[in-house]
Every structure is written in structure tokens, then in C-alpha cells.
């Protein structure tokens, strides 16, 4: 395991229990079990139910064992949470009573040593959830083309300067490491933009490539096709998004779907939590019911 010093808080862990387990003797899945934040509280929410947590991130994977060792309600998977039809499957379950996706990034992600998806550190461009996939952070800086890097800075990252980080980003290249990223965006941002901005001045970009690493938006997409259809007839789809771009595919797709309808949210973090977790600042809850 590599250095890793900190522990992921998983967000609103009260109001997910609250509107996920409505059937004390159901089935759940945790989508994204990251360090087992959810999913503890889930299972000992009643001895009956059973969790089932999946996560593409096999280093994150090994603290879940860890932390949820003790759980017998509880089965882990290294999956895709586009995959959860070939778990359930494997499983012999057709249908389950909630289904949660916590859409955020692991602490552990930002934090354990060497996996390049902070600008607060000095590592290789990597920013891969799943370490084994091939593609990497440095090949969609290095390899992609102008024009599809300030596509992809301006869908992803809504950053307006896309066009001039992307310009810089190719006439520095090549740029190994989180830091020769970061000093390309410095450079590309009028020095008046990076002192007006509350956030940290490469937080956009660095935002879109690990999206387009990681297929992350698409990934929502393809999930929410058919969660509802492993859903029982009063069944539970949870969903915690962390920034515009996932709340609004979620929000339209709740409205729209006709399997579904939105019964809550969007539910905030209170002013305790945010105070106790920044970074649940930006996340919002939202719970729909199958009908």
C-alpha cells in the first residue's frame, strides 16, 4: 500500500441510511465504496440487509476489506460500477431494494503518494481510478491535439480560458509531472485572473482531464440506462454528485426517466458537516424512487 496518512469522510452519511434503507431486509449496493464510509452504516443499519460494495480502484478496494472485515453482511467486488449488471448477475440477484453511486473523488486518491490527481503535489500525471486501464493523465496531455484539449478544459472544466491553457499546455510539452502542469495553466492565466479566483487557479483543469481519464461523465450515463431496471418496485437510486456537470445529467435524467420519479433533494450538507468536511461543501443528494 502506498503512503497514505489521512481517512476519507464520506458525505451526508446520515441522510444516505435515512433515504436509501427503506427495507430493513433488502439488498443494497455501494457503487462506490471507496474506504467503506456508506456501506459500514448501511449494513449496521440491520443485521438482514445485505451490501454489496463495488469499486474500480483496487488500492482503495484493500482498505475496504480492512475497514469492513468485521461485516458479514457485506461482499466487495473490484468492479465498475457499469459492470454492476455482470456482479448481480455472478450473484444470482435480480433485484435490489437501493442502489447508491457517491460520485466524489477518494480521499485516498488525492492524497495516497503518487497518484497524480492533486496540483497540491509534485507526482507523475496519472489521475487513473482504475490503475489498470492504460490511459493516463500524461497521454492526454501529450497526446491529444490543441483543439481536443480545449474541448475537453471547456466541457469538463468550464474553465473560459481553455483555448489559451490548452495553446501553452502544447507549446511546453512534453510535461511529466503535476507540477509542469500547473505552471503551464499559471502561465496561460492572466496574472488578474489567478488572484480573483477563490479556488486554486488549476482546479478547472485539472478537473477536466481526470474526467476525460476516466470517462467519468459517460460512465454516469451508461450507469443510470439501467439502474433502474435492478431496482424493486419502491426500490432506492441514491446519488451524490460534487460539481455541476454530474448534477445536471442526474437532475434531467430524474425528471425525464419514466421508470423513476424524484422523491428528495437536492439535499445539501448541513453547516456542521461542511464546517467538520470542507470538501462536502460542493456535493448535493439526490434520491429517486422506483415506480
Known sequence: MRKYDDKHISVMPFEVVEYLVWNKKGVYVDCTVGEGGHASLIAQSSSDVFVIGLDIDSEVLQIAEKNLSSYKNVALFKSSYTDLPVVLKLLGIEKVSGILIDLGISTFQLKGEGRGFTFNKDEPL????????????????????????????????EERFARRIAKKIVQLRPLNTTKELVNAIKQALPYAEIRRRKR?????????????VNSELKN????????????????????????????????????????????????????????????????????????
Request: glycine residues 4%.
Open 126 to 157: 496519472d489521475m487513473r481510478m482504475n490503475l489498470e486501464q492504460s490511459k493516463t493523465a500524461h497521454d492526454v496531455v501529450n497526446k491529444y491535439s490543441e483543439k481536443d484539449l480545449a474541448d475537453i478544459i471547456f466541457q469538463y472544466g
Open 200 to 212: 486554486h487557479f488549476a482546479t478547472k483543469t485539472f478537473q477536466a482531464i481526470r474526467i476525460e
Open 220 to 291: 454516469i450515463k451508461k450507469f443510470l440506462e439501467f439502474a433502474p431496471d435492478f431496482l424493486e418496485i419502491g426500490g432506492r437510486l441514491v446519488v451524490i454528485s460534487f460539481h455541476s456537470l454530474e448534477d445536471r445529467i442526474i437532475k434531467h435524467f430524474f425528471k425525464n426517466d419514466p421508470r423513476i420519479k424524484e422523491i428528495a433533494g437536492p439535499i445539501r450538507p448541513s453547516e456542521s458537516e461542511i464546517k467538520s468536511n470542507p470538501r462536502s461543501r460542493s456535493a448535493k443528494l439526490r434520491i429517486a424512487e422506483r415506480i
